[in-house]
Each structure stands twice: as C-alpha cells, then as structure tokens.
C-alpha cells in the first residue's frame, strides 16, 4: 500500500499565462490541457497525464481565513491499487484529514490536509491498457468518487499507471 511517487504539483499562480511560458520556454513543458485560469502540464521526458497543474488567483499573498494567493495548492502522491486508495481512504478519514474524493475520469482521487492544513491529494490512474476513451463526459469538472464502483471496474489489484505515468517496459 505504499505511496510509490510524487505523480505531479499544482501550484496556484497570479498569471496563468505568465506561468505557462516559463514552464514551456524555460524548463520545456507541453501543454496538455488548458482552460480559462488553468493549465496542465508535461514535464519534457514524461509520459505522465500532467507532472504541473496551474491555477490563476488574485495575486496578494494568502490570507488568513481568505482566497488563496500564489503558492502551492497540492501534491499528489500516487498509490499502485484501488486497493491501497481504498487503505488510504480509511487512514485519513480515521485521522480526520480526509476532505474529499473525486473521480477525474482517468485518476481517481481522495484529498487530504495535513495537520497544518497543506493539501495532498492521493491518486490512482487508470493503466492506459484499460483507457476505452468513455472515462469522463467532455466535462472537465470532477464527479463524485464512487470507489466500490471503480473497484468493479478495474479491479482492486490492478497496477495503475501502466503506459501513463510508468513508461511501459519499466521492470516493477
């Protein structure tokens, strides 16, 4: 049920535009998907969905109790199995730090803050071996997360991220 790596960052910017071109002309990130305020993108060597999620807020610093400013919105860390999303699900609803799950299509996702309230969001990706391309409605919003029904579906024990964010032919 380990955490096996860091799948990607989201980072809360004041210039989604801004940040996109220094990700891209700087470091060599593609765009992937973008929308009014938010864009997701990929690192130069990877085959990851996203490795940087971008969000555009008012550029003052975070406030107490307020909006939030520029700075990091999550990590995510990315489990093997349903099965372990499933341990983690019980873990941090047990701890009180659950605050939510979402189902994103392609990721199936539980999210979570730590005890000085820094958000992380625990994910499990759909292997690209089992994408049928009916895996979200055209509708970018997350729906809720059914997670038994996704257990049915995929199987509890099947390795996530085959040919998305693990290069296929990597020994495991």
Not at 15 to 37: C, E, H, I, M, S
Not at 58 to 83: C, M
Not at 122 to 135: F, Q, R, S, Y
């Given at each position: 049920?380990?955490?096996?790596?860091?799948?990607?960052?989201?980072?809360?910017?004041?210039?989604?535009d801004?940040?996109?071109?220094?990700?891209?002309?700087?470091?060599?990130?593609?765009?992937?998907?973008?929308f009014?305020?938010?864009?997701?993108?990929q690192?130069p060597?990877?085959t990851n969905?996203?490795?940087?999620g971008?969000?555009?807020v008012g550029?003052?610093?975070?406030?107490?109790?307020g909006?939030?400013?520029?700075?990091?919105?999550?990590?995510?860390?990315?489990?093997?199995?349903?099965?372990d999303?499933?341990?983690?699900?019980?873990?941090l609803?047990?701890?009180?730090?659950?605050v939510?799950?979402s189902?994103?299509?392609?990721?199936?996702?539980?999210y979570?803050?730590?005890?000085?309230?820094?958000?992380?969001?625990?994910?499990?990706?759909?292997?690209?071996?089992?994408?049928?391309?009916?895996?979200?409605?055209?509708?970018?919003?997350?729906?809720?997360?059914?997670?038994?029904?996704?257990?049915?579906r995929?199987?509890g024990?099947?390795?996530?991220?085959?040919?998305?964010?693990?290069?296929?032919?990597?020994?495991?």
């Amino acid at each position: 049920m380990a955490i096996h790596r860091l799948n990607h960052a989201v980072l809360y910017v004041s210039d989604v535009d801004r940040a996109v071109a220094f990700y891209r002309d700087v470091l060599g990130f593609r765009t992937k998907q973008a929308f009014p305020g938010a864009a997701f993108l990929q690192a130069p060597g990877s085959t990851n969905d996203h490795d940087l999620g971008l969000f555009q807020v008012g550029g003052a610093p975070k406030q107490q109790g307020g909006s939030p400013g520029p700075g990091l919105y999550h990590l995510a860390w990315e489990v093997e199995t349903l099965n372990d999303l499933e341990d983690h699900l019980h873990k941090l609803a047990d701890a009180g730090a659950l605050v939510g799950m979402s189902d994103h299509g392609t990721t199936k996702s539980l999210y979570a803050k730590d005890p000085d309230g820094i958000e992380m969001e625990i994910v499990w990706l759909i292997p690209a071996h089992l994408l049928t391309g009916d895996e979200g409605d055209g509708d970018p919003r997350p729906k809720p997360l059914d997670l038994a029904k996704e257990k049915a579906r995929y199987g509890g024990d099947t390795r996530g991220g085959l040919g998305i964010s693990i290069p296929v032919g990597v020994s495991l």
